[in-house]
């Protein structure tokens, strides 16, 4: 009996994850947390989807406001600027502001320039609300996630998050079918318009259901009382040091890299003022941007991984529905179908992510998240012109299982260690590096596609000449099948005409294959480096 006493005294107790953590923040109140979640879902909603809905409508935009397609990618280019400058400081805002006014103060603003968007009847007039609308949006996701951290314990973030994430990660997929249905059915004013009914509806949700706690309003009238200081200069640099690398990456392509005054000069004023806003920012009592979040180790692998995690998912979704238009002549909203399938499969791999995050090591299911966009753009490396719509669809399926599981890891484990009041400052970074990663990989695949597809139009250019026996082959078989048989003779404008064409999508296909290898390699890196996460108790 004294043995097996001593065996069960012995035996080690295990760990509260929830140890010290208190509801005195939560923004629920006396009510279900879950409400929130439901809540600050549909602003989110919102939100991510208008990242990616007007891409397939600029042609519609531009033609509609007799501009050319140039000018209107500044539809895009604008929202991205003033997004990228007010998430990092949508932090110190929240802490300044209150968490609650600052998130519908968000709210209303996006609402109401997409009302703006909508009407606009010149190109001018649009790209000034799509600026407002960027300032609005920057400052819902990191208060979204602020109000998560706060309302559940640790045990449950996971899931948690990963009912948030759900809007995340699908909105971005379903965006281009979306936009492309109403855009082909409707018109392109309507995909901000519908923006002004849901964004209503969110600020009397959150008016009514959402708590700001004393906890919170005690901090911020501390704060205020002790004179409130504007951190101007670092504000500046912010600014300057993210919007510039947002129209580097977003128009560096476009415009010919470095070949171009206007890039270099754009890529110099960023990389200076994010020198100098580190160095700056380290330096303050109370900083515009915690640039001392990135001494929490744990804090700094997963603001890496989410830069990753942002190469890939905006990546891989600008490219997929470029290539299949490019190269397989799919509609707008067809290509954006093949996205869509694998977003329905993410909402079951978001459930498992949420309840495998409290028991499972977070490293664990990061190399997991990174191996199935690993495997999805091996498949995709191995298409080919003649293949078909379900087998595209399969392998955005197998990309899509691995997504949940990096999303949902990454934003728990981001948060450990880290004290309550640093919940607004932490949140707006990791939203820095999704946006930042997302650019890097959109702005990257573009680059080394057009590359790409320059050297493999060179190299199979090479073969078309009359002493090459397939060649003639070729231009036969063609005038054959447009009733020419074109033998014996100089071969028709049309034959040449179309064989140019066939090998123009041959080339184009080739660099896409090559930008998938390139998006393989690189998250197979991140496999290994997803074990530099160090393990938390509980599965955290």
Same mark, same amino acid.
């Given at each position: 009996?004294?043995?097996?006493?001593?065996?069960?005294?012995?035996?080690?107790?295990?760990?509260?994850?929830?140890?010290?953590?208190?509801?005195?923040?939560?923004?629920?109140?006396?009510?279900?947390?879950?409400?929130?979640?439901?809540?600050?879902?549909?602003?989110?909603?919102?939100?991510?989807?208008?990242?990616?809905?007007?891409?397939?409508?600029?042609?519609?935009?531009?033609?509609?406001?007799?501009?050319?397609?140039?000018?209107?990618?500044?539809?895009?280019?604008?929202?991205?600027?003033?997004?990228?400058?007010?998430?990092?400081?949508?932090?110190?805002?929240?802490?300044?502001?209150?968490?609650?006014?600052?998130?519908?103060?968000?709210?209303?603003?996006?609402?109401?320039?997409?009302?703006?968007?909508?009407?606009?009847?010149?190109?001018?007039?649009?790209?000034?609300?799509?600026?407002?609308?960027?300032?609005?949006?920057?400052?819902?996701?990191?208060?979204?996630?602020?109000?998560?951290?706060?309302?559940?314990?640790?045990?449950?973030?996971?899931?948690?998050?990963?009912?948030?994430?759900?809007?995340?990660?699908?909105?971005?997929?379903?965006?281009?079918?979306?936009?492309?249905?109403?855009?082909?059915?409707?018109?392109?004013?309507?995909?901000?318009?519908?923006?002004?009914?849901?964004?209503?509806?969110?600020?009397?949700?959150?008016?009514?259901?959402?708590?700001?706690?004393?906890?919170?309003?005690?901090?911020?009238?501390?704060?205020?009382?002790?004179?409130?200081?504007?951190?101007?200069?670092?504000?500046?640099?912010?600014?300057?040091?993210?919007?510039?690398?947002?129209?580097?990456?977003?128009?560096?392509?476009?415009?010919?890299?470095?070949?171009?005054?206007?890039?270099?000069?754009?890529?110099?004023?960023?990389?200076?003022?994010?020198?100098?806003?580190?160095?700056?920012?380290?330096?303050?009592?109370?900083?515009?941007?915690?640039?001392?979040?990135?001494?929490?180790?744990?804090?700094?692998?997963?603001?890496?991984?989410?830069?990753?995690?942002?190469?890939?998912?905006?990546?891989?979704?600008?490219?997929?529905?470029?290539?299949?238009?490019?190269?397989?002549?799919?509609?707008?909203?067809?290509?954006?179908?093949?996205?869509?399938?694998?977003?329905?499969?993410?909402?079951?791999?978001?459930?498992?992510?949420?309840?495998?995050?409290?028991?499972?090591?977070?490293?664990?299911?990061?190399?997991?998240?990174?191996?199935?966009?690993?495997?999805?753009?091996?498949?995709? *490396?191995?298409?080919? %012109?003649?293949? #078909?719509?379900?087998? $595209?669809? +399969?392998?955005?399926? /197998?990309? @899509?299982?691995?997504?949940?599981?990096?999303?949902?890891?990454?934003?728990?484990?981001?948060?450990?260690?880290?004290?309550?009041?640093?919940?607004?400052?932490?949140?707006?970074?990791?939203?820095?590096?999704?946006?930042?990663?997302?650019?890097?990989?959109?702005?990257?695949?573009?680059?080394?596609?057009?590359?790409?597809?320059?050297?493999?139009?060179?190299?199979?250019?090479?073969?078309?000449?009359?002493?090459?026996?397939?060649?003639?082959?070729?231009?036969?078989?063609?005038?054959?099948?447009?009733?020419?048989?074109?033998?014996?003779?100089?071969?028709?404008?049309?034959?040449?005409?179309?064989?140019?064409?066939?090998?123009?999508?041959?080339?184009?296909?080739? *660099?896409?294959?090559? %930008?998938?290898? #390139?998006?393989?390699? $690189?998250? +197979?890196?991140?496999? /290994?480096? @997803?074990?530099?996460?160090?393990?938390?108790?509980?599965?955290?």
């Amino acid at each position: 009996m004294a043995s097996a006493a001593g065996a069960k005294r012995s035996k080690p107790k295990q760990a509260d994850p929830d140890a010290g953590w208190s509801d005195e923040r939560s923004a629920a109140g006396n009510r279900n947390p879950w409400l929130i979640v439901l809540v600050i879902s549909l602003a989110t909603f919102m939100e991510v989807l208008d990242t990616s809905i007007a891409n397939v409508s600029l042609p519609h935009i531009a033609g509609s406001l007799a501009v050319s397609n140039d000018e209107a990618t500044w539809v895009l280019t604008s929202y991205l600027v003033s997004n990228a400058i007010v998430v990092p400081i949508s932090g110190w805002l929240s802490d300044v502001m209150g968490r609650k006014r600052f998130y519908m103060m968000s709210v209303a603003l996006f609402t109401i320039s997409s009302l703006f968007c909508g009407l606009a009847p010149s190109l001018g007039i649009l790209v000034v609300s799509r600026i407002v609308q960027g300032i609005g949006g920057g400052g819902l996701a990191s208060s979204e996630q602020s109000f998560l951290a706060d309302t559940f314990p640790p045990s449950q973030r996971g899931t948690a998050f990963a009912a948030y994430g759900v809007v995340v990660v699908v909105a971005p997929v379903i965006g281009p079918s979306i936009g492309g249905w109403i855009t082909d059915n409707i018109s392109w004013h309507w995909i901000f318009l519908i923006n002004v009914p849901v964004g209503i509806i969110s600020l009397i949700l959150v008016q009514l259901l959402v708590v700001e706690p004393d906890a919170l309003e005690k901090e911020r009238r501390k704060r205020l009382r002790k004179g409130l200081k504007v951190d101007g200069f670092g504000f500046a640099l912010v600014a300057l040091g993210l919007g510039c690398l947002e129209v580097f990456m977003d128009r560096g392509q476009r415009d010919d890299w470095f070949g171009s005054s206007f890039i270099c000069t754009m890529g110099l004023i960023a990389a200076v003022s994010l020198v100098l806003l580190v160095v700056w920012e380290l330096n303050r009592k109370d900083p515009i941007v915690d640039m001392r979040l990135f001494g929490v180790f744990n804090f700094a692998t997963c603001f890496m991984m989410m830069m990753l995690v942002g190469v890939i998912i905006y990546g891989s979704t600008q490219v997929i529905p470029q290539m299949l238009q490019e190269v397989f002549g799919y509609t707008a909203t067809d290509a954006g179908l093949t996205l869509t399938m694998g977003g329905m499969l993410s909402l079951v791999a978001m459930m498992m992510a949420g309840v495998l995050s409290s028991k499972v090591q977070g490293r664990w299911l990061l190399a997991f998240g990174f191996l199935m966009q690993s495997v999805g753009m091996w498949i995709y *490396s191995h298409f080919n %012109v003649n293949t #078909a719509f379900n087998q $595209f669809a +399969l392998a955005r399926l /197998a990309q @899509a299982v691995g997504i949940p599981f990096l999303f949902v890891t990454i934003l728990t484990q981001s948060y450990a260690g880290l004290k309550p009041e640093r919940y607004n400052h932490a949140s707006a970074l990791m939203n820095v590096a999704r946006n930042l990663g997302g650019s890097i990989g959109i702005s990257a695949s573009q680059a080394l596609l057009a590359q790409r597809e320059q050297f493999h139009q060179a190299r199979l250019v090479e073969g078309l000449n009359p002493l090459n026996p397939n060649y003639v082959e070729g231009l036969q078989q063609i005038g054959a099948t447009l009733g020419n048989p074109g033998t014996g003779g100089d071969p028709s404008q049309t034959q040449l005409a179309t064989l140019y064409q066939q090998m123009s999508t041959q080339a184009a296909m080739l *660099s896409y294959i090559d %930008v998938f290898r #390139a998006l393989m390699m $690189f998250m +197979l890196v991140a496999v /290994a480096m @997803a074990f530099l996460l160090k393990p938390m108790k509980g599965g955290h």
